[in-house]
C-alpha cells in the first residue's frame, strides 16, 4: 500500500530476457524472468522474497538496482519522509550513479563478488574514493571503522580474499555495502552458502545494523526458518509474479495461496513424534519462456478450477496488509 513514509514503491516490475535465433539474428521469444510485480517497503523495513530456484527473486532485485535493465515498470524511491518521490527505472546513468550511495548489495558468493587481486581494506575502500569521500589516511580510518562494525579486526585490511573463511568473506561484502551508509540494501541469498552456525551471527549482525543505521532491506532468500527469523514482511513468488504478501504471523500461521501453503509443509520439522501434513505438487516447474495461461501455478496446484487455466487472479485482501493472487482467496474474502 502506498504511503507518503515509504522507502519504496514498486509497481509492474518485468524484465524479459530476449532470446534470438538463426543467422538473422531474429526474436523468437522471451524468458520472462520476472512478470509484473508490485510492492511496497518501508523504512527500516525487511521485506523477505522467497520461492524456489527460478522464480525471479535474484533478478527481481538486480533490476530494481538497475544492475540489470528493466523491461518495464516503476520504483520510486524517497530518499527521505515528505521528499519527493524519484523514478530509479527512469534516471539517467549519471544521476543513478549518485544514487547508488543509497542503494546497495549483498552478493550470494562473499569469495566471488571480491576481486582476489586487491586486499579487502581496497576492496571496502574503492567507493569512498570513487566518490570523493576520502582520500590516504581518513580513507584508512573509515575503512578500519567499518571491518569493526562488522566483527572483524582492523589489521585484516591488508589481506587477501583466499585468506579469510566464508564467513569473513561475507562480513567483508557487508561493510562494504555499509560503506557509503546506504538507505537500502538488496541481501541476494546473503546467508545460503554459510554454515548454520555462521548464518545466525550474520543475521544478528544484519539485524543489529538495521537497529543502528535504520537500513531497510530487501532479503532474497529460500529458506524459510531464516526467512521467519529476519522478516518484517514477505512475499512469495511463483514463475516472476508475486502470489501472496503478509506479515511473518500472517504467512506462517495462516497462509492463503497454495503455493504459500506447499513452500511452509516442506520445512523440516525437528521431532520424530510429530508428523507434518505434506502438500504434494504435481509435475515441474514451467519455463518461464512459455509460462501457463492464466494462474502460472494451475498445473501444479491440487485445487486448481477450470477459470484457473482461463484467468489471471488479482491480488486478493484476505485480511488488513494479507494479500493473495488465488481464486479461493476471494471466495473467503466474500465469506468474511
Request: hydrophobic share 40%.
Amino acid at each position: 500500500m502506498s504511503a507518503p513514509d515509504n522507502l519504496l514503491e514498486v509497481t509492474g516490475l518485468k524484465k524479459y530476457f530476449p532470446i534470438y535465433r538463426g543467422i538473422l539474428s531474429r526474436h523468437v521469444g522471451d524468458v520472462k524472468a520476472v512478470d509484473g510485480i508490485d510492492f511496497t517497503l518501508g523504512r527500516q523495513e525487511t521485506l523477505s522474497v522467497v520461492g524456489e530456484s527460478g522464480c525471479g527473486k535474484t533478478t527481481a532485485g538486480r533490476s530494481l538496482l538497475r544492475l540489470l535493465t528493466p523491461t518495464a515498470g516503476e520504483a520510486l524511491y524517497r530518499p527521505e519522509p515528505g521528499a519527493p518521490q524519484v523514478n530509479l527505472f527512469g534516471l539517467s546513468e549519471k544521476k543513478m550513479r549518485a544514487l547508488r550511495r543509497d542503494l546497495q548489495i549483498i552478493f550470494q558468493d562473499p569469495f566471488g563478488s571480491l576481486n582476489p587481486r586487491i586486499t579487502v581494506g581496497n576492496a571496502i575502500g574503492e567507493a569512498l574514493s570513487v566518490h570523493g569521500i576520502a582520500q590516504g589516511s581518513e580513507l584508512e580510518d573509515r575503512v578500519s571503522e567499518l571491518l569493526r562494525l562488522v566483527g572483524l579486526r582492523p589489521d585484516v585490511a591488508n589481506r587477501f580474499p583466499h585468506e579469510f573463511s566464508g564467513g569473513q568473506r561475507q562480513r567483508v561484502g557487508i561493510a562494504r555495502a555499509l560503506t557509503l551508509r546506504p538507505k537500502l540494501i538488496v541481501c541476494d541469498e546473503a546467508v545460503s552458502a554459510l554454515d548454520v552456525s555462521i548464518q545466525a551471527q550474520v543475521l544478528n549482525l544484519l539485524g543489529d545494523l538495521q537497529e543502528e543505521f535504520g537500513l531497510s532491506y530487501i532479503f532474497i532468500a529460500h529458506d524459510l526458518s531464516v526467512v521467519k527469523y529476519i522478516s518484517d514482511r514477505v512475499a512469495v513468488m511463483y514463475l516472476g509474479r508475486i502470489v501472496e504478501t503478509g506479515t511473518v504471523e500472517q504467512i506462517f500461521e495462516n497462509p492463503q495461496h497454495p503455493y504459500t501453503k506447499a513452500l511452509l509443509a516442506a520445512i523440516p520439522v525437528p521431532d520424530p513424534t510429530r508428523r507434518s501434513q505434506r502438500v504434494h505438487l504435481e509435475g515441474d516447474v514451467p519455463s518461464p519462456i512459455s509460462p501457463p495461461s492464466g494462474c502460472h501455478f494451475h498445473t501444479r496446484c491440487p485445487v486448481a478450477e477450470e477459470r484457473c487455466s482461463r484467468e489471471t487472479p488479482a491480488m486478493q485482501a484476505c485480511e488488513e496488509g494479507h494479500h493473495a493472487a488465488c481464486f479461493l482467496t476471494e471466495v473467503c474474502a466474500a465469506s468474511s
